[in-house]
């Protein structure tokens, strides 16, 4: 069984940066996928980032592509998603998950019914 906790949400200005963290407890295996969702209010459950444990492979939406970035650190147990560049649209509540076995593809990725594991979630509220 693995356990996640997110982190490091907040409030922040449109153009700034913020750096969420997923701490996991348990043991990841190396097959496993980590991830970030959202969801703001009203809207479903949207993937953002996804990064193998093992290789360090990753995978992001291209909505958000280039404004965030997916790392892990393997010796910590953690997972990251640091986002620069915040709008207002970015406004909603980030989620860690963990799949436990996974592909590549959009269809696998984007189902939040394929993740194992889910975080309480950290909000995050982007001003203008």
């Known amino acids: 069984q693995v356990h996640l906790v997110e982190s490091g949400g907040g409030l922040v200005q449109a153009g700034g940066s913020l750096r969420l963290s997923c701490a996991a407890s348990g043991r990841i295996l190396s097959r496993y996928l980590m991830a970030w969702f959202r969801q703001a209010p009203g809207k479903e459950r949207e993937f953002l980032a996804g990064?193998?444990?093992?290789?360090?492979?990753?995978y992001y939406t291209d909505s958000v592509k280039g404004r965030i970035t997916i790392s892990r650190d393997r010796a910590k147990n953690t997972v990251y998603l640091q986002m620069s560049s915040l709008k207002p649209e970015d406004t909603a509540a980030y989620y860690c998950?963990?799949?436990?076995?996974?592909?590549?593809?959009?269809?696998?990725?984007?189902?939040?019914?394929?993740?194992?594991?889910w975080g309480q979630g950290t909000q995050v509220t982007v001003s203008s």
């Open positions: 998950a963990g799949a436990q076995v996974y592909s590549g593809t959009w269809s696998f990725l984007s189902n939040k019914a394929n993740y194992d594991y």
């Open positions: 990064i193998g444990w093992n290789l360090s492979n990753t």
